[in-house]
Each structure stands twice: as C-alpha cells, then as structure tokens.
C-alpha cells in the first residue's frame, strides 16, 4: 500500500509553512557540533520541498533563519550562511526539474551580499516555474514584517494615496511581505515544542497546527503525510458553527 493512499489529494493546504527545529538538539544527541546537525537538515528540506510539488502543494514555507537567529554566535551564523549558498547553488537543479519557483521573505538587506546574491539569482531564474512557490524566510521576524508594513501604509496615508478610510484587511495584506501568498492552513513545527517564534503572525489566524517530536534532521515523508492526514481530519470553521459549514 502506498504511503500517500490516505492523503485525499482535492483538501491539501493551499500553504504549508514549517519551522524547522531541533538540528542542534540531534547534533548533540549524536555527540556532534550543531552546525553538523544543520547540514543534515538540508537533507530534510529536499525530501520535504520534493515531497511537497508531488504532493500538489501550491505554496510552501519554510522558516530558515529569524531576525532573532542573529543572536547566536558568529561561528553557527557563519556555518548557516554558507550552507543557504550551498543549497542555493546546488538545488537550482531540483527547482527546475520541479517546476518549482523560488521566493524569500524577511529583511534581506541584513543578509550577506554572497547570499542575497545567489537568492537573487535563484530567484530570477525560477521565476516562471509553476508547480510550487517555495519561500525561504530568511533574516524574517513576523513583528519586524508588520512594522514595515505600518511603516509604508503610514507613508502612503502622509501622501495622500490612500486615506485611513481604505485600511482593512487587504490593504495590510498587500503591504507584507507574503503579499503574493495566500494565508496559511498548516504550521508544522518539529522537535516537540510548541511556539510560534515570531512566524507569519497574521498569516496564520486561521491556520491548524501540527506538532511533533521528530527532531528536523530525522523528518522524511512519512512525517509530512502524517501531518497531512492530521490535518484533514480537521473541521475548520473560520469563527462558523460545525452546523454551517456542513
Ligand atoms: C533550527 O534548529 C533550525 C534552524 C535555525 C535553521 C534551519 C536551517 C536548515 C535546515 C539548513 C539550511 C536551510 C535551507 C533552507 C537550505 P535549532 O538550531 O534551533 O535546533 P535546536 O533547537 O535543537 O538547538
């Protein structure tokens, strides 16, 4: 029987963001250096973003380094920075051969000029595929995002171009940096805790959450469809009562 025969292909989310967590945690359970633990992770992020465009996951997110993640020491930044290029330079092929379109959010800028450049290449160069957007959150905090976002919504009030009058839900959507995606449906997160982390705040208002303890190095397709299957179990009624929605 085939793993994927429970997953009912017509209510998959539309969105699917993960935070990827624990590649310290199984670094040390195995008695090895963090940045160890990361390099496997890649590993992850290919099953699961291959996994994903099979699937028929429009959009998929993945939270790849926070604005808090500056915080931790240089060597483990450093470490990260150079593993982005590596899979940047060599997944260009996999995007390809997928039909997969490559998008980031966070503040870029704080990024080094290697790394915002092999993005920007990636970028330009899957522009036009289909399948799946996949959006690397890189240098992303979810209050930082609605900062900017209040930032440039002021500005265009201060001139003129729109008035407080047209505020509302779309205005704000269309300000952030997710503005091309559509809101989420599914958070994953690893490695057994339970927090947000400053992830797509807004976004996720009406999304389910899926939590395990599967550390991110170890998680492989199964994990992705049990959390798929989770999920379609769910009744999700949008604020509605069970009767209404039916
Ligand atoms: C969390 O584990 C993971 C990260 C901070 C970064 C995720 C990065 C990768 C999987 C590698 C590169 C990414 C791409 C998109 C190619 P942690 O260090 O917080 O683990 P811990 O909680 O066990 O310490």
Request: aromatic share 8%.
């Amino acid at each position: 029987m085939s793993l994927t025969e429970n997953i009912n292909k017509d209510n998959l989310p539309k969105h699917l963001a993960i935070i990827m967590d624990g590649n310290g945690r199984w670094a040390k359970q195995k008695g090895m250096l963090r940045a160890f633990g990361h390099e496997k992770g890649t590993k992850s992020v290919r099953v699961v973003v291959e996994e994903c465009a099979k699937l028929g996951i429009e959009n998929l997110t993945l939270y790849a380094f926070s604005t808090e993640n500056w915080n931790r020491p240089k060597l483990e930044v450093d470490t990260l920075m150079k593993l982005l290029i590596s899979s940047l330079k060599g997944e260009l092929k996999t995007l390809q051969n997928n039909d997969i379109r490559l998008n980031s959010i966070g503040n870029l800028d704080n990024l080094p000029a290697s790394v915002k450049k092999e993005l920007t290449e990636v970028i330009a160069k899957t522009k036009d595929n289909k399948r799946m957007t996949l959006t690397l959150a890189l240098s992303y905090g979810s209050r930082e995002e609605i900062i900017t976002a209040v930032k440039n919504i002021s500005d265009k009030v201060k001139n003129n171009i729109i008035s407080t009058t047209d505020i509302d839900e779309s205005i704000i959507n269309q300000h952030l940096y997710t503005h091309n995606l559509p809101d989420v449906d599914l958070v994953i997160r690893t490695s057994g805790e339970h927090r947000i982390s400053n992830f797509l705040l807004w976004q996720i208002a009406y999304a389910e959450f899926y939590f395990t303890d599967v550390l991110w190095p170890d998680f492989r397709e199964k994990d992705l469809y049990d959390a798929i299957i989770s999920y379609q179990k769910r009744e999700r009624r949008f604020g509605k009562t069970s009767e209404q929605i039916k």
